[in-house]
């Protein structure tokens, strides 16, 4: 039942203040995250894990990639980043103090499964972050921390990407009590600024009048850049998926450090190039450096769409289009700068007339290889 909404997809973006504070519920208590799923294992294992693989495809994949800048810098373990289809092909070096996460909505693609158990045969321990209850994956691993976003219908996944990073930042915060990487102090001013999540994406979807108009100027575009730095990188990457299985447009993300080695060759007149800005007072260290990127672009003739704080007055002038999230800690932005890309996917596949809750060509589980 889509409540009234155009697609299942507009309904599920809508939902994501929800999809995050459902999975948040009874896992902070007391302003500290404690995850009862992960009590078997005890502090003790959990303490003497030296090393982090997540395993996932996909947007999934993405979620996992924006989750190791949080899990490294608050629990201060090394984390690698792998999709699954490539990680079960490569005889990957796993230890008994490897712990393999992995990270699938439906709890049921092929590969991810087959990865979880390559893992555990292997002697690792294997967690998965799954939003489907009993669903294959979460039974073929030793723990299981759900993701509350409800039944995700469209192809496109939006709600579940977002509940994925608020349980891989309950399983990072969690950990960093654990291991007592992060003083108390700490511990407690990160799980308030995710708990300020839910409440500051249903903020960020008031854009989206400003986004739908955006689309309509744009159905046109043969490809479009997508550029972030830090956690803004793994969201560009998120960007162009979306506008590429929705609006079937070619694109591409990049690490904006990445311009100058390559991508930068692309910029021509009217090249429309959105860029994830990190935060001027969050990351005083990088900003300056994106901001640096959009002049060189735009000084190439790009057509730049921002996506930055509000207040950001440094990233005015160079700018075709700005939009804005709402202030949060620099860990945080994605779960918010996502929001206006998935809008902007979803309506530019509308005004082209494509049915943006099955695509062509994709099915919502990928069951087989
Ligand atoms: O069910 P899963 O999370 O394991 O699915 C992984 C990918 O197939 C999925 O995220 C896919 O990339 C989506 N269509 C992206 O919108």
Not at 151 to 180: C, D, M, N, W
Not at 229 to 247: D, N, W
Not at 268 to 277: A, D, Y
Request: glycine share 6%; charged share 20%; net charge negative.
């Amino acid at each position: 039942d889509k409540g009234g909404w155009s697609s299942f997809m507009a309904k599920e973006v809508s939902e994501q203040p929800d999809a995050v504070a459902n999975t948040l519920r009874g896992r902070i208590v007391d302003g500290v995250v404690v995850i009862p799923e992960l009590a078997e294992f005890g502090d003790d294992a959990l303490a003497r894990i030296r090393r982090i693989v997540i395993i996932a495809c996909g947007t999934a994949a993405y979620a996992g990639q924006v989750a190791k800048y949080a899990i490294e810098k608050w629990a201060k373990v090394p984390v690698d980043v792998e999709l699954s289809h490539e990680f079960r092909y490569r005889d990957p070096v796993l230890e008994n103090d490897t712990l393999v996460l992995s990270i699938s909505q439906s709890g049921e693609t092929m590969d991810t499964l087959m990865a979880v158990k390559y893992a555990r045969e292997a002697g690792a321990v294997a967690i998965s972050i799954c939003n489907t209850q009993g669903a294959t994956i979460p039974r073929e691993s030793n723990a299981v921390i759900y993701t509350h976003a409800g039944p995700e219908v469209a192809v496109a996944s939006t709600k579940a990407f977002v509940a994925q990073i608020a349980a891989l930042y309950l399983f990072a915060l969690h950990l960093a009590r654990v291991r007592g990487t992060l003083s108390s102090a700490e511990l407690l001013e990160q799980t308030a600024e995710l708990q300020a999540i839910p409440e500051k994406i249903a903020t960020t979807l008031l854009q989206g009048d400003a986004v739908r108009q955006l689309a309509t100027w744009m159905t046109d575009s043969r490809a479009v850049l997508f550029l972030g730095r830090h956690v803004g990188f793994p969201i560009a990457l998120e960007g162009a998926l979306k506008l590429k299985e929705l609006a079937y447009i070619h694109a591409e993300g990049f690490a904006a450090g990445e311009l100058k080695h390559g991508p930068i060759a692309l910029i021509e007149p009217g090249q429309p190039v959105f860029v994830v800005v990190p935060s001027p007072r969050g990351s005083a260290h990088l900003h300056p450096k994106v901001v640096s990127n959009i002049q060189e672009i735009r000084a190439r003739g790009a057509r730049v769409i921002v996506i930055a704080e509000q207040g950001d007055a440094a990233v005015l002038p160079f700018a075709d289009t700005v939009i804005h999230i709402p202030l949060a800690a620099p860990l945080f932005e994605p779960l918010l700068a996502v929001v206006p890309l998935q809008l902007f996917a979803m309506e530019l596949a509308t005004a082209k007339g494509l049915d943006v809750d099955q695509p062509r060509n994709l099915a919502k589980s990928v069951t087989v290889e």
